[in-house]
């Protein structure tokens, strides 16, 4: 065993698209390239955002490009007692702390000023639990393996939330949790997440976990120089073969690896052998990427 386990851990807010298969390629190939694990993890920690089928799709277009993880899928709707004991540490190592503060109140400060860190402002309005920054480690540094050295002050981050007002867990807290139990080795994700990390690094150290490694990915731009996203409606990655041989050609390109042009014909199965047999974090360049319209299904 190689002691390597990665994880592909989507929102099932809506299906996958080409800016989510690349960073389940490149998580999968870093993974299989250091013959390690890659677990697949449901972020359905906030109902409302996922439609009922949205997880069914995931799963089919992950299968439809070859992209096969080990063990059983977790979901994070079935983690509520892990997520509250992790709090329930925190609250007792003084870590922890209730807040009435509406984020009105504090609109003129770049981040919540901590007014309930000491006794909560309001007791009789609901309230969210936040981390104590100011009590640990400064700055939060931690290398990323594309990105180098990165250096965050806890003042500029802020206290983060663990459980919103509205009694749901908050993503900075269920990833880490989840992290840590799932004994995830390398996160391998899109830049866009790269500044939630000094909070999900503030709370390994809080509670003791050991910390992964980091990878953040370049990001990938439609070809209109937006980023692709569920919001921007990015298509969603098709299920059927032909509509996926170049798409995953062009995810592997998107990663720099430089695939040979007549790779893109060959079925999933040989695209990911060669992905994993090639794959060179030092071809990655950091600058965000654009997709072109050849790639667009
Ligand atoms: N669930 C997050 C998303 O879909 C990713 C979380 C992670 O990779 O840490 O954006």
């Not at 500029?156 to 990833?175: F, S």
């Not at 990390?197 to 003791?208: D, H, V």
Request: aromatic fraction near 8%.
């Amino acid at each position: 065993m190689s002691g390597y386990r990665g994880r592909f851990a989507p929102t099932p807010s809506g299906p996958l698209h080409f800016g989510s298969l690349v960073a389940a390629l490149a998580s999968f190939l870093d993974a299989r390239r250091a013959g390690g694990e890659w677990r697949l993890r449901l972020e359905d920690i906030d109902p409302p955002r996922c439609p009922p089928g949205a997880a069914d799709t995931i799963l089919r277009q992950l299968e439809a490009f070859g992209l096969h993880w080990d063990g059983p899928v977790s979901w994070q709707h079935e983690r509520d007692d892990a997520y509250a004991a992790a709090l329930e540490r925190l609250k007792a190592a003084g870590l922890a702390y209730p807040c009435s503060c509406s984020r009105k109140q504090w609109r003129d400060y770049p981040v919540y000023p901590g007014w309930c860190r000491h006794g909560v402002c309001d007791p009789a309005k609901p309230m969210a639990w936040r981390l104590r920054s100011d009590l640990g480690p400064r700055p939060v540094v931690w290398p990323d393996r594309l990105f180098g050295e990165q250096r965050f002050d806890p003042a500029e981050l802020g206290d983060v939330v663990l459980k919103r007002k509205d009694g749901l867990w908050a993503y900075q807290l269920a990833v880490v949790v989840d992290d840590a139990d799932q004994g995830i080795s390398d996160v391998v994700r899109g830049v866009d997440l790269l500044d939630n990390t000094p909070w999900q690094r503030q709370l390994q150290q809080a509670l003791g976990y050991p910390e992964p490694r980091y990878l953040h990915l370049p990001l990938i731009l439609g070809d209109d120089g937006q980023k692709l996203s569920k919001q921007n409606l990015a298509p969603p990655l098709p299920e059927v073969d032909d509509a996926v041989r170049p798409l995953l050609h062009a995810a592997l390109a998107a990663l720099d690896q430089a695939p040979p042009r007549e790779l893109s014909t060959a079925p999933v199965a040989e695209q990911l052998q060669w992905g994993i047999r090639h794959w060179d974090v030092a071809r990655l360049r950091a600058a965000p990427h654009r997709q072109t319209d050849a790639t667009i299904p």
